[in-house]
Nanobody
Framework: VQLQASGGGLVQPGGSLRLSCVAS????????IGWFRQAPGKEREAISC????????YSADLVKGRFTISRDDAKMTVYLQMNSLKPEDTAIYSC??????????????WGQGTQVTVSS
């Protein structure tokens, strides 16, 4: 059972990145999936999640209108499209299974993170 996040990198303010969370070893379509981030010296925060059937999503106020979560179960992948990036979005981004509702509660499976750096 594995989740692997990728797609991070260095981007200028105002730029875009698309992160991918690829699952292996289990049926992704049975799980809600969420994205977290953790910046140096700060607590981990849940930023977005999507239900197992893709019918509902949640986005934290800090990213609402800029980040969009989606999933392609045929590709065993959940995406996080990040637009209008700001320096304060700099963090390590990780994905996890859990419960998606008015927020995201992580569950059993976590992936290794991918570094996103927003800087000019």
């Amino acid at each position: 059972v594995q989740l692997q996040a990728s797609g991070g990198g260095l981007v200028q303010p105002g730029g875009s990145l698309r992160l991918s969370c690829v699952a292996s070893g289990f049926s992704l379509d049975h799980y809600d999936i969420g994205w977290f981030r953790q910046a140096p010296g700060k607590e981990r925060e849940a930023i977005s999640c999507i239900s197992s059937n893709g019918g509902s999503t949640y986005s934290a106020d800090l990213v609402k209108g800029r980040f969009t979560i989606s999933r392609d179960d045929a590709k065993m992948t959940v995406y996080l499209q990040m637009n209008s990036l700001k320096p304060e979005d700099t963090a390590i981004y990780s994905c996890a299974t859990g419960r998606c509702g008015f927020g995201f509660v992580p569950g059993d499976y976590w992936g290794q993170g991918t570094q996103v750096t927003v800087s000019s």
